[in-house]
Nanobody, 125 residues
Framework: QVQLVESGGGLVQAGDSLRLSCAAS????????MGWFRQAPGKEREFVGA????????YYADSVKGRFTISRDFAKNMVYLQMNSLKPEDTAVYYC??????????????????WGQGTQVTVSS
């Protein structure tokens, strides 16, 4: 059974940093594209960033570009989201997702096959 488990969320102040982790199990995800999405109350799930299987290509939403960084550790089947200079508008439940390595529309949730349960990030002003 495929599982994605996020961790690392919490309550922080504006300007602080957090690192989210996503542990993948059940199969080797080295050939998968991994994405991070977030969903705030009353809003649709939105794209945060993605990393292709090669780890050479990364993509970010404009709202987080320059502040967030995605990385992955193939040996550990882990994906990370380093979040710096956090803002109150970053408050949301953050989800990691896995999809086929051939994903092109990496910003679309429907492109991803597997999802974690989410981890809450709250940024106070």
């Amino acid at each position: 059974q495929v599982q994605l488990v996020e961790s690392g969320g919490g309550l922080v102040q504006a300007g602080d940093s957090l690192r989210l982790s996503c542990a993948a199990s059940g199969r080797t995800f080295s050939s998968y594209a991994m994405g991070w999405f977030r969903q705030a109350p009353g809003k649709e799930r939105e794209f945060v960033g993605a990393i292709k299987w090669s780890s050479v290509s990364t993509y970010y939403a404009d709202s987080v570009k320059g502040r967030f960084t995605i990385s992955r550790d193939f040996a550990k089947n882990m994906v990370y989201l380093q979040m710096n200079s956090l803002k109150p508008e970053d408050t949301a439940v953050y989800y990691c997702a896995a999809g086929r390595g051939t994903i092109v529309r990496y910003w679309l949730p429907a492109e991803y096959e597997y999802w974690g349960q989410g981890t809450q990030v709250t940024v106070s002003s």
